[in-house]
């Protein structure tokens, strides 16, 4: 049973910064992929930034040049530095692990962490 733990979300104002983490049951590196997902009210939830096991990133155009994913896997640790933060980010982020076989793929989420931009 995997568990992925959030923290870090809360209210800021505009032009804020904040840092989620995500910390893992087990190595991060059993897992294919790391990320974090946001959904707001009414709408879909969306990829923001993904880490791949060899470190590869990818970052949604809207979030680009002001959030930064990274890792710790002596902690288990993943997290989003937010920066230049905007309403538009307000949603609830969640921390997605993916793991892939030739057959399957298998996604575990944690419980999510509300990040509220305003003034």
Do not use: H
Not at 8 to 27: E, I, N, T, Y
Not at 41 to 48: H, I, S
Not at 58 to 84: C, E, H, P, W
Not at 96 to 108: E, F, G, K, L
């Amino acid at each position: 049973q995997v568990q992925l733990v959030e923290s870090g979300g809360g209210l800021v104002q505009p032009g804020g910064s904040l840092r989620l983490s995500c910390a893992a049951s087990r190595s991060i590196f059993s897992f294919n992929a790391m990320g974090w997902y946001r959904q707001a009210p009414g709408k879909q939830r969306d990829a923001v930034a993904t880490i791949s096991s060899g470190g590869s990133t990818n970052y949604a155009d809207s979030v680009k040049g002001r959030f930064t994913i990274s890792r710790d896997a002596a902690k288990n640790t993943v997290y989003l530095q937010m920066n230049s933060l905007k309403p538009e980010d307000t949603a609830v982020y969640y921390c997605n692990a993916r793991q892939r076989s030739i057959t399957t793929v298998n996604d575990y989420w944690g419980q999510g962490t509300q990040v509220t931009v305003s003034s």
